[in-house]
């Protein structure tokens, strides 16, 4: 569907700006002094993992982490053979074929799903090429720090291991935490001499020395970095919808579902077309605002399945029909991210699919 058409279906819309990406994967990697693994997951955080995977590719990225099957098939049925996707989480042996027929990288983390793997490569007479996940810390997946690599390779001579990964449980809050996982995985780096490896995500680029072939950024493709600032970030998504519909109230009326807001005085209210099942979540009702030609509109009542209401007395009888910024320049993901008490990271993926991506040209 055209642009034009998209801003105009509801109108509420995301706009995505892949030179922005462009941007921020510049900067990963300057940071990183490596190469980068672009984590595409949930769709890209909510901007889309195809379009950014092609801008990341343009870029010269050639390894994408995801989070599932689906993802990864999905993802090379957009960028082809020569790159490399990473499935970093489970998947079922059900889909082993469709994997391997689709040149996917499994993250094997524990000897269930090494096993598993292995004896479908045994009976297809096939090698493939995997990735290793250690837990040094998370407490998540991954093969203890203790393991024994060489040991390792003996049992499942139909691996080849193109990469070692582990993941930093703390980066934005706890250095010493950080540094004493970091330990841990550098030794075992070391000691096997390997020479492809990550353990960084976005929150240690920004803030520690990387020493590894290759650092693993999702949230800083997008242009946020938990727990520090990075000069030159710039967000890639900007949310934007339209007053559809205003009216004036008198002191003592009622705004929205439970009358969560009771009018001081008169106001002009005006109807914005998101809600909850498109992301803009319960908690922004009577706390969040929205801005439009230079004002900020405070939301009052309770925020909508499809529609929430800002205060615009400022504009009166004329707020209909005029634009607002819902995310973007005045508001950032960050700022909603207080007001839900959660973090940037759930704010962007939690935009629905009922919100349309517009992608500028670059």
Request: aromatic share 12%.
């Amino acid at each position: 569907m055209d642009n034009s058409l998209l801003k105009a279906l509801r109108p509420t819309y995301a706009n995505i700006n892949p030179a922005s990406i462009s941007n921020n994967i510049r900067l990963a990697k300057e940071l990183s002094h490596s190469d980068i693994i672009a984590i595409v997951k949930a769709d890209g955080y909510g901007h889309g993992a195809k379009e950014t995977a092609l801008t990341a590719s343009k870029a010269g990225v050639s390894y994408f982490g995801v989070a599932t099957v689906s993802e990864g098939i999905s993802l090379r049925h957009e960028i082809k053979n020569g790159t490399n996707i990473i499935i970093l989480g489970y998947v079922d042996p059900l889909y082993y074929d469709e994997i391997y027929k689709s040149s996917l990288i499994v993250n094997i983390y524990n000897d269930h799903i090494g096993r598993s793997y292995h004896e479908f490569l045994e009976r297809r007479g096939a090698r493939s090429a995997v990735s290793l996940k250690l837990d040094t810390g998370m407490a998540r997946l991954g093969y203890p720090i203790t393991l024994d690599f060489e040991d390792f390779k003996k049992r499942y001579p139909l691996f080849d291991v193109v990469h070692v990964m582990s993941h930093l449980s703390s980066s934005d809050s706890d250095m010493e935490y950080s540094a004493w996982q970091e330990e841990k995985f550098k030794e075992f780096i070391d000691r096997y001499n390997i020479q492809s490896a990550s353990l960084y995500n976005s929150s240690a680029i920004a803030k520690y020395e990387n020493r590894y072939k290759f650092t693993r950024p999702g949230l800083f493709l997008y242009g946020y970095v938990g727990g520090a600032e990075v000069a030159g970030l710039k967000p890639a998504m900007a949310i934007f919808s339209k007053i559809v519909h205003a009216a004036k109230y008198k002191k003592g009326d009622s705004v929205s579902y439970n009358r969560s807001y009771i009018a001081e005085r008169e106001i002009w209210a005006g109807v914005v077309p998101i809600g909850y099942a498109d992301g803009y979540r319960r908690e922004f009702s009577n706390t969040a605002r929205m801005y439009a030609d230079g004002h900020y509109l405070p939301v009052i009542g309770k925020v909508c399945m499809d529609m929430a209401v800002v205060d615009v007395t400022c504009f009166g009888e004329s707020a209909a029909g005029r634009s607002v910024e819902i995310l973007g320049d005045h508001i950032t993901a960050a700022e909603l991210a207080r007001l839900a008490n959660t973090i940037e990271y759930e704010i962007l993926c939690g935009i629905s699919d009922r919100v349309p991506r517009v992608y500028e040209v670059v």
